[in-house]
């Protein structure tokens, strides 16, 4: 019996971008009796069901956006007699889905760090349970990556995960709900090791793949002082304690090692926080704008964020502290009207945005959005062949509505030509060149370009789902494009590099 673990996907690109992590989370989790599993990203190249033998076991990683094409690959292998389990944000909210469009014998729902070597078991024995419910284990069994296992010339990034969950309710979002609001902040050594073992292997780029790394803001912790019972304020001083010792160690690493996490714009506003993240060399972070209008941040239930001139200057903070900011906009939110996006990519200059992405407002499971759109729609949910758009993910790419949830006074066309417009605008060679100056050397401003128009063609084109010619041309560019950055960011490697201490 083999295991195989497969990351399914529409588009393979002959190289990634970033390393699937959960792959080889679980690839850990897997009983070393077994012997070591078959990964297969198919990122990179599409899976082979004819490779299964009777009695294999495949786990299968499904997010909503690769829920149909998980499910055939699912009902291929079933049919090779393979025994099919699923796991990942998507089943744990839709198990029976899982059952009945994928073949599956078992879903793990939650955290598979732990249940996934039980359902081995059970396959192995010939007997799985329907649902294995994995929970949220605690940051303490959290598994160590098996990164011995990553075809290291087949990634531009690596990824570690330093925390699961988010003390924040987004109403877009799913994390908080899925991975909970309580921050699972794992030990600072078994992150270090981590990042050395990568770094051994010749990866100086790597993700800090985290739903939030900023979990406890000052307000947190001011609140929590308030108090006259003292354990919450000092169970969040702990987990910012350790924040900063992981920086402090990650600042002892080779000068080479770049970092890029996830935050919220409440960090720019900490200026020893944003000091250590300049000397840990954490130069990237992702932050969720959403939208650049009080109103626009009503909509997203997201408005300890800020608007308009303050936005523009909390943004500048993170820029003057060495950090560069990916920010992430939503259009399509019912505040938006047509000047909306003009004045979006104005805003995104004047802030002094590295990276931008825009995406349409789309209601994903597990979000309070979808819950109010579903409640809502009741009865009148509009049908795809046969199929109610709230399962939007089960009506292929060609025939799924651009626009799911109805706005006041712009069509779907309107909101996708709006926001394709504001990738151009962002991410035309003039603006990525001028962009590019925050780098001194030729090659990096060269890299920083390319890395640029692969975002854009990668990401940022939002008729890609009814024009296939199109899409093609996309994924050939696109993979182009992560072989060229593959070869841009990889170091050479330092077999011998040792783990720092305190
Ligand atoms: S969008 Fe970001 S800040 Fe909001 S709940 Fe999700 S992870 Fe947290």
């Known amino acids: 019996m083999r295991v195989h673990i497969v990351n399914p996907s529409h588009f393979s690109y002959g190289t990634g971008f970033i390393t699937p992590r959960w792959m080889y989370v679980l690839a850990a989790a897997t009983p070393a009796k077994w012997g070591d599993p078959v990964l297969s990203d198919e990122g990179l190249e599409p899976f082979d069901p004819a490779q299964l033998q009777q009695g294999d076991v495949v786990g299968i990683g499904l997010h909503t956006g690769n829920a149909l094409v998980g ?34 014998h078992a879903v793990v729902k939650g955290d598979g760090d732990v249940a996934w070597g039980l359902v081995i078991e059970d396959c192995a024995g010939g ?31 690596a990824s570690v995960q330093t925390v699961r969950g988010c003390p924040k ?72 304690d350790d924040r900063f010792e992981l920086m402090a160690l990650m600042a002892k690493l080779p000068s080479d090692l770049n970092f890029f996490t996830q935050i919220t714009m409440e960090s720019a506003e900490d200026p020893e926080f944003l000091q250590a993240m300049k000397d840990a ?33 909390r943004l500048q903070m993170f820029r003057k502290a060495g950090v560069y900011v990916l920010g992430s906009f939503i259009f399509g939110l019912p505040s938006d009207r047509p000047a909306t996006f003009d004045a979006t990519a104005e805003l995104a200059k004047r802030a002094g945005i590295t990276f931008a992405q825009f995406v349409t407002l789309t ?32 009506i292929p790419q060609a025939k799924r509505p651009k626009l799911l949830t109805p706005h006041p006074v712009m069509s779907g066309e309107e909101i996708r030509l709006g926001t394709q417009g504001v990738w151009n605008n962002f991410y035309s060679l003039r603006a990525s060149w001028k962009r590019s ?62 783990v720092p201490t305190s």
């Open 71 to 104: 499910y055939e690959l699912g009902q291929k292998a079933r049919e090779r007699g393979a025994w099919v389990v699923y796991g990942g944000s998507h089943p744990t909210l839709y198990p029976d889905e899982a059952h009945e469009r994928g073949g599956a």
């Open 127 to 157: 007997a799985p349970k329907r649902v294995y419910d994995g929970g949220r284990v605690d940051a303490g069994k959290f598994r160590k990556a098996r990164w011995d296992l990553v075809p290291r010339e087949k990634y531009c990034w």
């Open 169 to 240: 309710h987004c109403s877009f979002c799913s994390v908080w709900r899925t991975d909970g609001q309580e921050p699972r902040q794992r030990a600072v050594n078994p992150v270090i090791e981590e990042i050395v073992e990568l770094r051994r292997l010749g990866f100086k780029f790597i993700a800090l793949a985290d739903d939030n790394f900023y979990p406890v803001t000052l307000d947190d912790l001011k609140a929590a002082d308030r108090r006259k019972d003292k354990t919450r304020y000092n169970e969040l001083k702990a987990l910012r």
């Open 281 to 313: 060399r954490i130069r990237g972070a992702l932050v969720g704008i959403e939208a650049v209008t009080p109103e626009g941040l009503k909509d997203v239930y997201k408005d300890f964020n800020l608007a308009g001139e303050e936005l523009v200057e």
């Open 363 to 394: 209601p994903f499971p597990g979000t309070l959005d979808f819950e109010k759109w579903e409640r809502e729609q009741g009865d009148n949910m509009l049908m795809v062949d046969g199929v109610p758009v709230s399962r939007h993910w089960l």
């Open 437 to 498: 100056n925050i780098l001194k050397a030729y090659r990096n401003r060269l890299a920083f370009v390319v890395a640029s128009k692969v975002m854009l063609h990668a990401f940022g084109n939002t008729g890609l789902s009814t024009d296939s010619a199109r899409a093609s041309r996309a994924t050939q560019l696109g993979g182009v494009g992560f072989s060229l950055l593959q070869k841009m960011f990889a170091a050479k490697p330092m077999p011998d590099l040792q």
